[in-house]
């Protein structure tokens, strides 16, 4: 009997949160640090979504419908009866790539839209709620001159995917009495990732292609330092701000290519330049393919743009100043331990 009280008393003191598109590459690293640091750790996740990742039994999963607002408030006040409501939430779910144009509007839009109205509705609203954006949201940068984006600059997404998501920002910026916490990470690489697995393959196999013939300035940030920003966030003091996340680095994409090289001590790589207009028939063509086959395509119209983009630098002083934010992982760190993990898992 003492035992059974001590379990529930110890479930009810910890800090509950539920990190949506656990299944996902970011979001299983969430996970990870959330049972990490001991909390009552939900996985959002469909139920036909892969757990290949949230093996450990101390997660709890739930599978919300975020495409119906009625029946995610239901769900939502049936699980704030049974459990009390989420003290924190990263709200991760997302697409990156799609068939139709209009679902990153209804997954990274409307979905976000639909979830915060209903936390509101059932009074289960969150202490903080870490949306997780993109830099996608505000679109090209000074391509002439290479000046950082910095969070004063008016957003001007180019593609589906950034103004889906620099509308889901604007929808909870305007949403008052509704603590929040903005995340736009610039490229996520990482352990489990696959879209620049894409390219480390590509080297192995002594190939690098690149696009365009103007220099590209790149940034990034490593999977699990986004995860310690995302826990700095949702602990700190801080409200209702924005941040750009990177790891402070910027980056050509021949440094990046000539990282991966060496650290897959490839000495004799064939370098192709693909031609920016040769690149965009190819991506049309790619999503054409697609939407034949039904499986959304890594290289479509959307990622063209993105492709085409110079400058990807952003301002992140506010970051490591307001969250005191040191990266633990450089580019080349962070590319070691990726390559590794690749390679023990067979997929190099």
């Known amino acids: 009997m003492h035992y059974v009280f001590f379990i529930y008393f110890c479930r009810m003191s910890k800090k509950k949160i539920l990190i949506t598109g656990a299944s996902g590459f970011i979001g299983s690293f969430l996970v990870e640090k959330a049972l990490d640091k001991d909390f009552e750790t939900w996985a959002g996740i469909r139920k036909s979504s892969s757990r290949e990742y949230l093996q450990d039994k101390r997660i709890n999963f739930i599978d919300l419908n975020f495409s119906d607002e009625s029946q995610l408030a239901e769900q939502l006040q049936e699980f704030g009866k049974e459990n009390g409501r989420f003290d924190y939430i990263i709200h991760n779910a997302g697409i990156t790539k799609c068939l139709k144009a209009e679902d990153f509007d209804k997954v990274n839009y409307e979905n976000t839209v639909n979830f915060i109205k209903a936390l509101q509705s059932t009074n289960l609203v969150p202490d903080k709620f870490i949306l997780m954006s993109s830099l996608s949201a505000f679109g090209v940068g000074d391509e002439i001159n290479y000046t950082p984006i910095k969070l004063g600059d008016t957003p001007n997404p180019n593609t589906a995917y950034g103004r889906s998501k620099s509308k889901a920002e604007k929808y909870l910026q305007d949403t008052i009495g509704f603590p929040y916490i903005i995340l736009r990470p610039t490229g996520v690489y990482g352990p489990r990732e696959k879209d620049y697995y894409i390219m480390l393959k590509t080297v192995k196999g002594g190939l690098d292609v ?27 003091p801080i409200n209702n701000k924005a941040y750009f996340v990177a790891d402070g680095d910027v980056y050509t994409d021949k440094e990046y290519t000539s990282l991966i090289k060496e650290i897959l001590g490839r000495k004799h790589v064939l370098s192709i330049r693909v031609p920016l207009p040769i690149l965009k028939v190819v991506s049309v063509l790619a999503e054409g393919i697609s939407k034949i086959t039904r499986k959304p395509s890594t290289l479509n119209r959307d990622k063209y743009v993105i492709m085409k983009q110079r400058n990807w630098e952003c301002d992140v002083y506010p970051l490591f100043k307001d969250m005191n934010f040191h990266p633990r992982y450089n580019l080349k760190k962070g590319l070691q331990e990726s390559i590794s993990w690749y390679k023990d898992n067979g997929w190099l």
């Open 210 to 236: 690149g696009a365009g013939f103007k220099p590209q300035h790149l940034t990034f940030i490593y999977v699990k330092d986004l995860v310690d920003v995302a826990f700095l966030a949702l602990e700190s």
